[in-house]
């Protein structure tokens, strides 16, 4: 038997329900796969909560990011059972068993663990994306990256450092933003008590910086127009503290200045991208310039209690669920 953790409307945590059901098979092109381990990431509370449209007709299983060993093989697939693979997909992750089409699963080299795996996929190549194409940062940029502490943020913070980008971020609280200290940041500023506008001015002595990064939304996103220098570049890529409305396009009038709201799932749609992407990733971990903290670790049955953390902003770094 296998098990799934399920919701069957949009809305609050108390819908979590486990389901139990027959280990399900694959078809071609497919495999089963048992899960060792998921990541969790924002993008569960949106599809979750109903703020992200309800992408099934019956019951959803949430989770976007997982790692596991390969169990039984569909017709046509070129991967032997026992080989251990990660993935990041929309949805279908909370579950012991899960089957997934085998081209969107990428081998996890033997020195990377598969809660590291689990916990790195969709988040690393979100950054892997946000800074080689959103806005590909270079040596002696100076940029501001939100959220600084959380799962994404303490993987951008080391990745950008590990470019030559000077990196200034945000987090609430003083122990978020020693932790993101630790991971790449050269200065971070408590958003819950300083004014992020003036202090990243301070920073850049008022010339402010080439790009944002902003995944927190409705509570930053038209403040961080006002850190940039001219033409310089809003990424917005998440909305955790809901979004933006009042946004208006002239407001980018004030210094000629871009926006792009990028996702994910475009770059991984692109022919060749996931694999070449994951092995950059993957590199990236080897070499040790970019480590993975997981904060917080929960039984996959207590997933709600996980989603809770996370929304409180009481999580740190990468959430893992162990099925
Ligand atoms: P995080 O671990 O970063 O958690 C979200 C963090 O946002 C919180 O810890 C908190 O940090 C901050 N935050 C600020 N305001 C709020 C609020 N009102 N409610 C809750 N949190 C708040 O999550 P992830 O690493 O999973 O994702 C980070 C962001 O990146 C999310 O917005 C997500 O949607 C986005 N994302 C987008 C992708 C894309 O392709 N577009 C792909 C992956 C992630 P603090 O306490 O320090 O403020």
Request: some cysteine; charged content about 20%.
């Amino acid at each position: 038997m296998s098990y799934a953790m399920v919701v069957s409307a949009p809305g609050g945590v108390e819908n979590f329900r486990r389901v139990t059901r027959d280990i399900p098979q694959p078809g071609p092109g497919e495999v089963t796969l048992r899960q060792m381990a998921i990541g969790l990431n924002y993008i569960d509370v949106y599809f979750r909560s109903g703020l992200y449209p309800w992408p099934v007709s019956d019951d959803l299983i949430p989770g976007s990011e997982g790692a596991g060993v390969v169990e039984v093989v569909g017709e046509g697939v070129d991967l032997a059972p026992g080989t251990r693979v990660a993935y990041t997909l929309p949805n279908g992750a909370y579950a012991s068993h899960r089957v997934i089409a085998a081209d969107q699963l990428v081998p996890i080299p033997d020195d990377i663990s598969d809660e590291t795996a689990a916990a790195v996929m969709l988040k690393g190549l979100t950054v892997h994306y946000l800074i080689q194409h959103s806005f590909p940062a270079r040596e002696g940029d100076t940029v501001l990256f939100h959220a600084a502490a959380g799962g994404v943020g303490l993987l951008a913070g080391q990745w950008l450092n590990a470019l030559g980008v000077r990196v200034i971020g945000t987090a609430g609280g003083p122990q978020k933003c020693l932790l993101a200290k630790a991971h790449g940041y050269d200065h971070v500023i408590d958003y819950r008590t300083q004014d992020f506008v003036e202090e990243t001015l301070r920073l850049t002595e008022g010339k402010g910086v080439q790009a944002v990064y902003d995944s927190v939304g409705a509570v930053t996103l038209v403040k961080s127009l006002d850190v940039l220098e001219r033409f310089g570049t809003l990424v917005s890529f998440g909305q955790s503290s809901g979004p933006a409305l009042e946004f208006r396009v002239n407001d980018l009038a004030r210094g000629s200045l871009n926006l792009t709201r990028p996702t994910l799932f475009h770059h991984t749609a692109r022919p060749g991208w996931l694999h070449s992407a994951s092995a950059d990733l993957f590199a990236m971990l080897r070499s040790g310039a970019v480590k993975v903290e997981i904060g917080q670790r929960f039984a996959l049955e207590d997933v709600a209690k996980a989603h809770v953390a996370l929304e409180a902003r009481k999580t740190t770094g990468s959430t893992v669920l162990c099925p």
